[in-house]
């Protein structure tokens, strides 16, 4: 293959890819390499996997749902909203402890 052929060819690679650049959480990613790895799958293959059943389904391949102590979580707050607080440093929280109020 001539050098003209390599470039063609390269040039015309680069027309049908784009590239993709995210930020994500260090540890979720390193966790998620772990997995990727174990079932031999690079981040690459990963995602262009789930951008095509995106495109096959017309929608994300996957439920997405709160796990059941996101859900705890949420109620705590939503009831708890409304409950008067103060913020502290460590030091005036320790001295808060040590309070005799009885």
């Known amino acids: 293959m001539s050098i003209i052929s390599e470039v063609l060819i390269m040039a015309t690679?680069?027309?049908?890819t784009k590239r993709l650049?995210?930020?994500?959480?260090a540890e979720l990613l390193q966790q998620a390499d772990i997995i990727l790895d174990s079932v031999?799958?690079?981040q690459k293959a990963a995602l262009t996997a789930f951008y095509k059943q995106l495109v096959i389904q017309g929608k994300i391949p996957f439920e997405?749902?709160?796990?059941?102590?996101d859900k705890a979580n949420a109620?705590?707050?939503?009831?708890?909203a409304d409950i008067p607080s103060v913020k502290m440093n460590k030091a005036e929280?320790?001295?808060w402890?040590?309070?005799?109020?009885?």
Request: without cysteine; negative net charge.
């Open 13 to 16: 690679i680069e027309k049908r």
């Open 21 to 25: 650049q995210v930020q994500i959480d």
């Open 40 to 42: 031999g799958l690079t």
């Open 64 to 69: 997405l749902q709160a796990s059941e102590k």
């Open 75 to 80: 109620r705590l707050l939503a009831v708890t």
């Open 93 to 95: 929280f320790e001295d």
């Open 97 to 102: 402890l040590e309070e005799d109020e009885y």
